[in-house]
Structure formats: structure tokens, C-alpha cells
């Protein structure tokens, strides 16, 4: 089969490798239908995860085909079409019935990771039950790529674990697939104030289009003065959605007395940690990977029309254009890239 394998930091390639074969009772064999790339992949590829080796399959988003199920699989059969969750479930481990399932004991985030991912014709994903969830008659499958990881990560790790309530006063520092993510989900719970930072002027359009009450070029203008411009004195949720030490500081400066500072980007390097200005103002600061147990509440969401994730796809390709479409998504501010979707037709 064909698929996007990483071969070492700032090397990929798109080429055949082995198609995966049922390896436990419990795998199953998806025929990739679509899929994406995360912003995760390009830290991958630039060495922030040395976890991942040489040879690895990249990619943790999709939906699909069941092509082949293990014997011990109830749930699922062959032909159905599924989503595929960023994080594998065994669903009974101690982490897993806590549905802390991102550290479950025996999967969390393996796909395009530890094994084999989505950006392949074919991926095997274990403890397929707990792993995979049954697409609804009718749905929009490209809007469904979105709930693999992004949508679940900005709402869990941004929204729940910054503790969005009605009328707090949130910023979002990045406009990138996941603030959007979080931008998107804030909405659930009425806060007063949505404002996104960034230095894209395109994607600020964007976000205003999803929400944002106001928006701030940091680029052009000095985001911790116009945040205390426009508030008593600070926010009640931060929520960084970048991965880098400008974007945290951004955040550990804007809170005020009692605020939750949520990181959610994925950070390559170590930040500088203001605790001795934090420590009095009783302020939370939580960080996490997703656990995706919020996902059947997001694909019901998404079923009645409550939440339109694919307003987040920006752009579409084919199979054999997966090194243009790293291409585009890499130089999201040039191309005016959000998500991509990768279809195999």
C-alpha cells in the first residue's frame, strides 16, 4: 500500500510499505477513506517527538472502511464505516476506567506515534470497540475527521480543563485547527468575551466568522496591553493553542486574580514559568493530551447541526498529492490553510 512515512527529523516520504495485518483479537483493519494532517505531525517532523523512529506511518485522524475485524471484536464488522479516534482505548485498565484514555496501559496516542498511522491506504487500529465509533447514516464525512482530534482537544483540554463558564472572558493564543477547535466549543457555555490572538490577519477573519467577540494581531500590536485595555483586569481563561514559549507567556500574563491558564499546544522546549507572580493570584494553570471521551457528545452535536466542523477545511486533496498537501498545510499563513482533508478516491 501507499502511504506518508517519516524518515527522520525534517525527512518524509510518500511511498509502499507493508499493508497491516490483523496482529491481536482485538485489531481491526480500516481502509482509510479520509484523513488529515495535525499540527502534531509537523512537530514530529521537525524532531519535537523522539518517540517516533524511523519508518513510522504518520497520522492519527480519519474515517473509514472496516475491512477486516480480530475475532474478538463485537462492536464493528466489516463494511462499516467509522471514525477513528486519535487515541486508542483497551477500556479496561485503570487509566481507562478513570477514561483517562489517553494513558491507557496498553494504547493512549500509538497511532502515528508508536505504530502505524492514518496517512496509509490501510491502518490497523487495536482495541478497535473501544477505538472506533460507528459513522451515523447520512453524516459528512470530512466534517467527521474533524472529531478525531482536534475538536475533542480544543474542547477537553482548552474549554473543560480552563473551566469556561457563562460570562467569563476567554482568550484563545493561536488561530490555528485547534484554537478554532476551542473557539468553536466555548460557545457552548455562553461566555462573555471570545478573543483570539494570532499574527495570521486571515485567520483572525476566520475566527471572527466562528465567534470572536474581538480579535488581536500580536504582530502588530502588544496583546497583553490591549487585553488589560479591554478588561477590569485580565481574563478569566487563557487557553494556548500554539505550543511555544511567546504564546505561554502571553497567557501566564493576561489572567486575572483566579484564572485558569489552559495549555493545550504541544511544547518542543521548555517555557519560562512566572510562579512567583502566579502563586498569589490563585491561579490554575492544567495541561493535557486528549482523552476523547467527549467524542460521542461532539459527533451528537455535530448530528443535530449545533457544531459545523468542516467550516474548518480549507483545502482538498487526493492520495498522490500527500507531500503538496504537507506542502500547503506546513505554510498555513501563505496558503491561508486551516485543515486539509486527503481523500483516497
Known amino acids: 500500500m501507499q502511504a506518508l512515512t517519516y524518515i527522520g527529523p525534517g525527512q518524509k516520504t510518500w511511498g509502499s510499505v507493508p499493508t497491516p495485518a490483523i496482529s491481536q483479537p482485538t485489531d481491526a483493519i480500516i481502509k482509510i477513506v479520509k484523513t488529515t494532517i495535525c499540527g502534531t505531525d509537523l ?3 521537525k524532531g519535537d517527538v523522539p518517540a517516533v523512529t524511523k519508518g513510522r506511518v504518520l497520522g492519527h485522524e480519519g474515517v ?20 477513528i479516534s486519535c487515541i486508542t482505548s483497551c477500556g479496561k485498565c485503570e487509566y481507562c476506567k478513570k477514561q483517562m484514555y489517553s494513558h491507557c496501559e496498553d494504547g493512549g496516542w500509538i497511532l502515528g506515534h508508536l505504530i502505524d498511522g492514518t496517512q496509509a491506504e490501510y491502518v490497523r487500529v487495536p482495541h478497535a470497540d473501544n477505538s472506533l465509533y460507528p459513522i451515523p447514516e ?14 475533542p482537544t480544543g474542547f477537553e483540554i482548552g474549554v473543560l480543563y480552563g473551566a469556561v463558564k457563562p460570562g467569563d472572558i476567554v482568550a484563545i493564543v493561536g488561530a490555528g485547527p485547534i484554537g478554532m477547535a476551542a473557539l468553536l466549543t466555548a460557545q457552548f457555555f455562553s461566555p462573555a468575551k471570545l478573543i483570539m490572538i494570532d499574527v495570521d490577519d486571515s485567520r483572525l477573519e476566520m475566527a471572527k466568522k466562528f465567534g470572536a467577540t474581538e480579535v488581536i494581531n500580536s504582530a502588530n500590536e502588544d496583546a497583553v496591553k490591549s487585553i488589560f485595555e479591554q478588561t477590569k483586569d485580565g481574563v478569566d481563561v487563557a487557553i494556548e493553542a ?17 484564572g485558569h491558564l489552559a495549555n493545550v499546544g504541544v511544547h518542543g522546549i521548555s517555557v519560562h514559568l512566572e510562579l512567583q507572580k502566579l502563586w498569589i493570584q490563585n491561579i490554575t494553570i492544567t495541561t493535557g493530551l486528549v ?8 459527533l451528537k452535536t455535530v448530528k443535530s447541526g449545533k457544531l459545523t466542523p468542516a467550516a474548518l477545511i480549507t483545502h482538498r486533496f487526493e492520495f498522490d498529492q500527500f507531500l503538496e498537501a504537507y506542502d500547503v498545510f506546513g505554510n ?14
Do not use: W, Y
Request: hydrophobic share 40%; with cysteine; proline share 4%.
Open 291 to 298: 482523552n476523547t471521551n467527549t467524542t460521542p457528545m461532539l
Open 64 to 83: 473509514g472502511i472496516v475491512e477486516e475485524v480480530g475475532n474478538a471484536v463485537s462492536n464493528f464488522k466489516k463494511g462499516d464505516r467509522v471514525l
Open 332 to 345: 498555513a499563513a501563505k496558503e491561508r490553510a486551516l485543515k486539509v482533508i486527503i481523500s483516497n478516491t
Open 43 to 45: 512537530h514530529i517532523l
Open 242 to 258: 500554539v505550543g511555544i514559549p511567546q504564546t505561554f507567556d502571553v497567557c501566564q500574563r493576561i489572567l486575572r486574580p483566579g
Open 138 to 151: 447520512g453524516s459528512d464525512e470530512e466534517a467527521l475527521v474533524m472529531l478525531s482530534d482536534i475538536l
